[in-house]
């Protein structure tokens, strides 16, 4: 089994499908840039899950933008378009899938989100330094 790793962006919202057979498929395409400056591009991978994989509440979370990090089985597909042109995309069948880029955009629409800064918690640190004889206790040597 080939196994490819990238991060990137979604540039648009994931897709849930199910097959003739009742499997369910959950499809997105994914940005990924490469190089720098003037050599900078952009290539599109499409990434497809499967079955168990692909239901539940995922979906929700994979939105326009949201950065994420994909390893599977990648397959490059080939199609005849109608003009006769041979046609060429990369495919990552997904394994796994990680959410970098923080929450998604809410879903009712896309209003900022607010955050509220977590209360302080006492910790006992008085940002004090430690005197130097209480080190030497926990020096092995």
């Keep these: 089994m080939n196994l490819f790793c990238f991060t990137g962006n979604l540039g648009k919202d994931a897709e849930l499908k199910t097959t003739q057979s009742g499997t369910q498929v959950l499809s ?12 900078e591009k952009t290539n599109w991978i499409h990434c497809a899950l499967f079955g168990r994989r692909a239901e539940g509440n995922l979906v929700s979370y994979l939105k326009k933008g949201q950065q994420v990090a994909i390893s599977g089985e990648y397959e490059l597909k080939e199609w005849a378009g109608q003009d006769g042109t041979q046609n060429k995309m990369p495919s990552v069948r997904v394994n796994e899938l990680d959410l970098v880029g923080g929450k998604p955009p809410s879903v009712t629409g896309n209003q900022p989100q607010q955050f509220q800064q977590p209360k302080q918690q006492n910790t006992g640190f008085t940002g004090q330094p430690a005197k130097s004889s209480d080190f030497d206790s926990d020096i092995p040597f």
């Design 28 to 39: 997105f395409s994914v940005a990924v840039k490469s190089g720098y400056g003037d050599n």
